[in-house]
């Protein structure tokens, strides 16, 4: 069973910036697809970023030029960098991990951006 742990939530004043960090229990150098989906209440999960084995990235139309995901394989870890943060960005935000048809979750953490 895949364990995803999550950490860097928190509180900050818009403009500024705050890293989220993912680790796998697993090997991540696999063919797996791994990423950040964020929630709001009431609202749908929705994609954020997400990076392929071999570095491929994909963003939101809202966070592009914002917000960086990057991996590092030897830690089984993903990073997002998120940068000129705005309150629109405040969500529960949730790593991800894709096998083939399967996904599991991290516990989510907050973020929250303050105007």
């Known amino acids: 069973q895949v364990h995803l742990v999550e950490s860097g939530g928190g509180l900050v004043q818009a403009g500024g910036s705050l890293r989220l960090s993912c680790t796998a229990s697993?090997?991540?150098?696999?063919?797996?697809?791994m990423g950040w989906f964020r929630q709001t209440p009431g609202a749908q999960r929705e994609s954020v970023a997400q990076?392929?084995?071999?570095?491929?990235?994909t963003y939101a139309d809202s966070v592009k030029g914002r917000f960086t995901l990057s991996r590092d394989n030897a830690k089984n870890t993903i990073y997002l960098q998120m940068n000129s943060l705005t309150p629109e960005d405040t969500a529960v935000y949730y790593c991800?991990?894709?096998?083939?048809?399967?996904?599991?979750w991290g516990q989510g953490t907050q973020v929250t951006v303050s105007s």
């Open positions: 697993i090997s991540i150098d696999s063919p797996v697809l």
């Open positions: 991800n991990l894709f096998q083939g048809a399967h996904v599991t």
């Open positions: 990076i392929t084995r071999t570095g491929t990235t």
